[in-house]
């Protein structure tokens, strides 16, 4: 057979809340665009690494809507051309992979990876997933394995028979086993992790979709032909892809795909799927302690200790983890810290913002930090970037301040425009229809502070938007 079309479209996939890394990760920022290792993004990190497979290439990604600029800025923050495919509500992988294939050519190579795992060694991944390009051009579902290093029950598992070319053929998968299994399997040499990446022909995959989960390629399809394409974004239809059944790739289609070959990884790899896989990841000092930020530690051992923003002094303490974020604190054992998940449920449960969002959020205008709030006031830090703006909007329950602490702003209040500069503040009643705008060439850096008897994010009507929001 004579191999055509090598080239490989990497399909980054963003979804995911990964609350076991709470607090750092939540609903509002899950943890593919949290700053775990070497001042990046696991995002990031997974966007400069698939670039290195086709150099110069377009990267697509498929992420929620609500997610869109965030990605959008990281991909720039990482060099990579990406068009990025956008799911008004989240149905899980198998029909992720469908939209990405559908708006692909059919004899395309497509490699889908999560957003969320650390790979260091992205020369290695490079030359790994391209051993795997042969088995897929013949029509096989090439998956990839990490060789195990201890018998871990939170990982999935891949049972290989038979080398075929570079890879190998596979036998069964494992969802999760108990202590006993897996160490029967780390004891033999046909037993890998589940890596969840997977490399196939987009027509290999469109057909099997097509078989095995025809509800889905319904919607999907549906969803695709009606797409909105908006620069760097295609936005799914929401109608029919809201009628999509939630179902991962592994049981839509793997389960019953007869011809899946895989491809073992040597390298170091982790899901990154709680605090203490994150503090393995980690660099030790000499008390075998990992401390990020301003962080002192006297007489303590084990610890990982996660602080930015402001000093953290440890005392005698020994395997802890310690995270500090502006608006919430975790201090558990590490042999307790998975049982995060179970807090994180709980305060959702008791609606406690905390549980879900975060004290700061990205907006494609900029960035903004809640710095204090309490009844009836909340006080927020707002950056606007040079040249951008807000919408023009009101809101019904609060008011607001804004007082210039650097840079400029054209402000539109009603039918007037007035320049603001440094020092210099002004009101805008509620119901009144304003916008903030940075016409200088430094970032625009305003205090607010709303005053109402309802301070929500959803209390904006707007009336204009750059940026396509309602």
């Not at 992720?96 to 260091?120: R, T």
């Amino acid at each position: 057979m004579k191999l055509q079309n090598t080239d490989i479209k990497p399909v980054v996939l963003c979804g995911g809340s990964g609350t076991r890394l709470w607090p750092l990760s939540r609903k509002s920022c899950p943890k593919q665009f949290a700053t775990f290792f070497d001042d990046k993004s696991l995002l990031q990190t997974t966007l400069e690494r698939v670039s290195l497979i086709s150099p110069g290439s377009e990267v697509f990604t498929v992420c929620n809507e609500e997610y869109r600029f965030i990605v959008r800025d990281t991909a720039k923050l990482a060099g990579v051309n990406c068009k990025n495919i956008l799911e008004p509500i989240g149905k899980n992988t198998t029909a992720a992979m469908a939209a990405a294939a559908l708006n692909s050519e059919k004899e395309q190579l497509l490699l889908f990876v999560p957003s969320d795992h650390y790979i260091p060694d992205s020369k290695l991944f490079s030359e790994t997933i391209k051993k795997g390009i042969h088995s897929a051009l013949e029509g096989a579902f090439v998956t990839f394995g990490i060789n195990p290093t201890e018998p871990n029950t939170g990982y999935g598992y891949i049972e290989v028979y038979e080398k075929k070319n570079q890879s190998m053929k596979v036998k069964s998968f494992t969802e999760k086993p108990n202590s006993e299994e897996a160490l029967k399997f780390i004891a033999t040499n046909n037993f890998f992790w589940n890596a969840g990446i997977f490399l196939v022909q987009a027509k290999i995959l469109i057909d099997s979709i097509k078989k095995y989960a025809p509800d889905i390629y319904s919607s999907v399809s549906e969803s695709v032909e009606n797409q909105v394409d908006d620069l760097d974004f295609i936005h799914l239809e929401k109608s029919s892809f809201s009628k999509c059944r939630s179902e991962s790739i592994d049981y839509a289609v793997l389960e019953h795909f007869t011809k899946i070959h895989m491809v073992s990884f040597a390298g170091i790899w982790s899901d990154v799927g709680s605090w203490n896989s994150v503090s393995k990841m980690a660099k030790l000092d000499e008390n075998n302690n990992t401390l990020i930020g301003q962080v002192r530690s006297l007489n303590s051992s084990g610890i990982y200790v996660h602080s930015p923003s402001r000093l953290a002094v440890t005392i005698g303490l020994k395997d802890l983890v310690i995270i500090d974020t502006s608006d919430a604190i975790l201090v558990s054992s590490k042999c307790d810290v998975d049982k995060i998940k179970e807090v994180v449920s709980e305060l959702k449960k008791e609606k406690i913002s905390q549980g879900e969002i975060h004290s700061f959020a990205s907006r494609p205008w900029g960035k903004y930090h809640i710095i204090d709030e309490g009844k009836n006031f909340k006080v927020k830090r707002i950056s606007v970037l040079p040249g951008a703006r807000l919408s023009l909007q009101s809101h019904k329950f609060r008011a607001e301040h804004w007082i210039v602490i650097a840079g400029q702003a054209l402000v539109t209040i009603e039918n007037k425009e007035f320049l603001l500069k440094e020092n210099e503040s002004t009101y805008i009643p509620n119901e009144t229809i304003h916008r903030l705008e940075n016409t200088g060439k430094i970032i625009l850096e305003i205090i607010e502070v709303q005053t109402g008897s309802y301070l929500g994010e959803d209390d904006i009507k707007r009336y204009d938007d750059r940026y396509g929001r309602v």
